[in-house]
């Protein structure tokens, strides 16, 4: 006994089932928690997977569309430690990197929870694998059907393919290249149809789920999907010992719902901050009114999180277990992707990244300096040429990347002098365009657009500092 909780069982997983309950003892002591509380079972019928003693919190496998209510009970912490027994053998344990650059720069210890590092790029490996695993017989056999904007849809093709359980996914028409070729690479069928996630998830569950009899697993707000994506939570708890604070980016809300709820039960002093895009705030909105509620998204960086409406389950846990949200902009968004690239050598997608773009702001989350903070960098799949347009993006928002406007004599050599400036303070120009039509000044000037790269917003000081001295007007164009 451990605790006062019975682990029973003879089978050959028992020794890394034991293991695995003395690791969440460990936890739970660490967080002031008796094992009492944390209703667990090991049992032999079972070959090693975790049981809980207490009915009624079972995870149900009919969950349908995104937003529509569950009939079941909500899950419970002994359904993450179920599902972290249940899907071990086929998951990667990531590992939580301490970050020293990062931890000067933004003034606390910070850790980065590596899901990218999963087989098909993202943590939504989790849950799709726990839920396949709680699929009967019959429901394997006709197969399963999902809407993704792309990781859960790789998730769910990838452990299809291992566990011979047929894949359709409906994405919409805006995903990633990449990951609709990775997907069909996996096996899986791919439809593409809709603008967003609700069009795609409304013609998957019409025409496959009603139609073909597959059984619909939604990428966000199903239970097993939760319950899998909350034993990242577990992970992070055991590899870094007293944590401060969770940083876990919000679409659907699957995740953070998850991770919320394991983190506050097995360490209530926890702190829980969700992050979601300023062009994606679904969780904002719901908040506002106190139920999910539809929200228009438009464009974003973070394409995992365009979700326009929080799932009902996950919100119910959200609401009682996230102490704040925040929302990032594209900007920073943008220069989270490049920061993670330059000082952690990590490519992380928009959605993955956003976590950390609410630390850019030391103001915006009170609290953090000094404290230890935990950061899930969930995704790892992003297009090469939206990578390419990101860092472009980055530099810009850096002051790295400087477009501005002088106008010089129309004659050979005009310009020689305003270059010749450039190149003595070592910026570099990328791009000149030459404007004449559309100039009130006199018909003998030119108006000069550079495009110039400099070392930082100081370095582009000096060069306009240099410019003005030397008589040229110097007009900067600010992003837009």
Known sequence: ??????????????????????????????????????????????????????????????????????????????????????????????????????????????????????????????????????????????????????????????????????????????????????????????????????????????????????????????????????????????????????????????????????????????KVVAVEPIHASSLSAALEVGRPVHREVTPTLADGLAVPQIGENAFKLIQEHVDSVVTVSEEEIALSILRLMEMQKFVIEGAGATGLAALLDKDRIPGLRGKRVAIPLCGGNIDAPVLGRVIERGLASDHRLVKFSAKVPDRPGGGARLHSLIGEVGANVKDIYLERAHLKASVMTVQNTYLVEVRNLDHWKLLRQRLEEAGFEVIRTEDY
């Open 1 to 270: 006994t451990f605790g006062g909780t019975m682990l029973q069982g003879g089978g050959p997983c028992f020794r890394s089932a034991v293991q695995r309950a003395r690791a969440i003892l460990s936890v739970a002591k660490s967080s002031a928690r008796t094992l009492s509380e944390v209703p667990v079972r090991i049992d032999d019928d079972h070959e090693g997977v975790v049981t809980s003693p207490t009915v009624g919190l079972g995870i149900s496998s009919d969950m349908h569309l995104p937003g529509t209510a569950s009939h079941t009970p909500l899950i419970g912490l002994s359904d993450i430690v179920r599902a972290e027994m249940r899907i071990r053998d086929g998951i990667i344990e990531t590992p939580a990197v301490s970050s020293k650059r990062f931890s000067a720069m933004l003034g606390c210890d910070i850790f980065f929870k590596a899901e990218f590092l999963q087989e098909s790029g993202s943590f939504k490996e989790r849950g799709a694998r726990n839920a396949l695993l709680n699929l009967s017989p019959a429901q394997r056999e006709a197969g399963v059907v999902a809407a993704s904007a792309g990781n859960h849809a790789l998730a769910l093709s990838y452990h299809g393919r291992l566990l011979g359980i047929p894949v359709t996914v409906v994405m919409p028409e805006f995903a990633p290249l990449t990951k609709v070729m990775n997907c069909e690479g996996y096996g899986a069928t791919v439809v593409l149809h809709g603008d967003h996630i609700l069009e795609a998830a409304a013609h998957a569950g019409e025409v496959y789920e009603k139609g073909a009899g597959m059984t619909y697993i939604n990428g966000y707000d199903h239970p097993d999907v939760i319950a899998g994506a909350g034993t990242v939570a577990l992970e992070i708890l055991r590899q870094v010992p007293d944590l401060d604070y969770l940083v876990i980016p919000v679409g659907g809300g699957g995740l953070l719902a998850g991770m919320a709820l394991a983190a506050k039960e097995l360490k209530p002093s926890i």
